[in-house]
Each structure stands twice: as structure tokens, then as C-alpha cells.
């Protein structure tokens, strides 16, 4: 089974402090993705990856970076932690574009 | 991508057949319809996908109308398990991004 690991389930950061999510997939997939989930407003894409050093801008980027070293881990940063950052955060891969993708089990992470 | 419109909700009793509705009324002739559940406090998971055909996995049976306009999610026996929310999702499947929507909340009672 494809395994979709992030590192933390929950996690509380300070306003202004910078945040690291890491999330690491097992099954050699090419395609990572960061979402976040928020109530009412349903998944929304932040940053997305291709291949390895490569990131493409999803809907809302903004607040956001992420980092593709090595071909398993996809990290989202946070430069500055803000308390409008507080939510859900998945993470997803799937082996290339045509397939479907596998979730972790999220990071809640609460900014205050 | 195009869009979908999904019921905010539905229910179903335990051990009958759940048909979970959506329409793509803008589906283009590249898209795939993909179905994804979320349990609470969990991941989503991948259900489901088809492009004209019918399909049907070991969870799931997939039935797209003939002008692609709509399709339906079929839960054969539903359980207690399948309560969770179910995001229908239109997209290119060379380089498509998975845009999740509403999606429909099922709770299945005993």
C-alpha cells in the first residue's frame, strides 16, 4: 500500500515563527501536493510539485513556500507563522499526472 | 477544470444501496470524473474514476450518463463506515489538479 507519511498529526506554533511540515511517500511517486482544509471552505491547493526541485503555485500560495530535494519529501514552509494559517494541512502524491493521488492523515497545525 | 455541483448532504440506511449524485454540466471531452470520500479526521481517499464508461471497483460502482453531463456514485451495500464526505472531482488527467469542492456529506444510520 502506498504510504503518504507527514510528520506531525498536531502541532502549535507562535505568530511569527517559522514552520516546517514535512511529508514523505514511499512509493517513489513524481507528483506531490500540499492542500489546506479549512470548515466551509472545503480542500484548497497551495503548492503542488512535479519532479524533483520543481513547484508550481496553486490557488493560494500566498504565506506559503515548499521545498522538493529529494524525490520521496515535499516540505511546506511557513516564512512567518500568522494566526489565518491555523487549519488542517494534507498532504498528497500520486505517481504521475494521470493517477489518482494518496492522502496523509493531515497535520493540524494552530497558530498562536 | 470544470466545475461540479454535489448535494450538501444525503442519508441512507445501513445495508441499502447509496447513489450519491453530481453534475458537470461543463465537462469537456478530457476530463475524467474522479470521486475522493473523507472520513472525519482523516486523509480523503481515492474511490473512483471513469471518463464515459461505467465502472466499478471493489468499493464502488461508477455510472456517467451519455452526454457526460452528470454522474452518480453507487455504494452497493452501504455500512456504518461509509459515513464520510463525498467530493466528485472534474479534471484533465494529464497534469490536472484536483480541485475539491463541497462535496456530500452521507451518513448512513443503522
Known amino acids: 500500500d502506498v504510504k503518504v507519511t507527514q510528520s506531525s498529526r498536531y502541532l502549535v506554533k507562535r505568530t511569527g515563527e517559522k514552520v516546517f511540515l514535512e511529508c514523505v511517500q514511499d512509493?517513489?511517486?513524481?507528483?506531490m501536493f500540499w492542500y489546506r482544509q479549512d470548515p466551509g471552505l472545503g480542500l484548497r491547493l497551495i503548492y503542488f510539485s512535479y519532479d524533483v526541485k520543481m513547484k508550481e503555485k496553486g490557488d493560494i500560495p500566498e504565506g506559503y513556500s515548499v521545498s522538493r530535494e529529494k524525490k520521496e519529501r515535499f516540505s511546506l514552509i511557513l516564512e512567518s507563522a500568522s494566526t489565518n494559517q491555523t487549519s488542517m494541512y494534507l498532504c498528497a502524491s500520486s505517481l504521475n499526472r494521470q493517477l489518482e493521488a494518496f492522502f496523509g492523515q493531515g497535520t493540524r497545525l494552530t497558530v498562536v | 477544470d470544470a466545475k461540479t455541483t454535489q448535494p450538501p448532504s444525503m442519508d441512507c440506511a445501513e445495508g441499502r444501496a447509496a447513489n450519491l449524485p453530481c453534475n458537470h454540466s461543463t465537462i469537456s471531452g478530457n476530463e475524467y470524473v474522479y470521486w475522493y470520500r473523507q472520513i472525519h479526521s482523516q486523509g480523503p481517499q481515492y474511490i473512483i474514476h471513469?471518463?464515459?464508461n461505467n465502472e466499478t471497483n471493489e468499493m464502488a460502482s461508477l455510472i456517467i450518463t451519455e452526454d457526460r453531463k452528470s454522474s452518480t456514485l453507487i455504494l452497493p451495500h452501504a455500512t456504518l463506515r461509509d459515513t464520510a464526505v463525498y467530493y466528485c472531482i472534474v479534471r484533465v488527467r494529464e497534469g490536472g489538479k484536483l480541485i475539491f469542492g463541497q462535496g456530500t456529506e452521507l451518513s448512513v444510520k443503522p
Open positions: 512509493m517513489d511517486h513524481e507528483n
Open positions: 471513469g471518463l464515459k
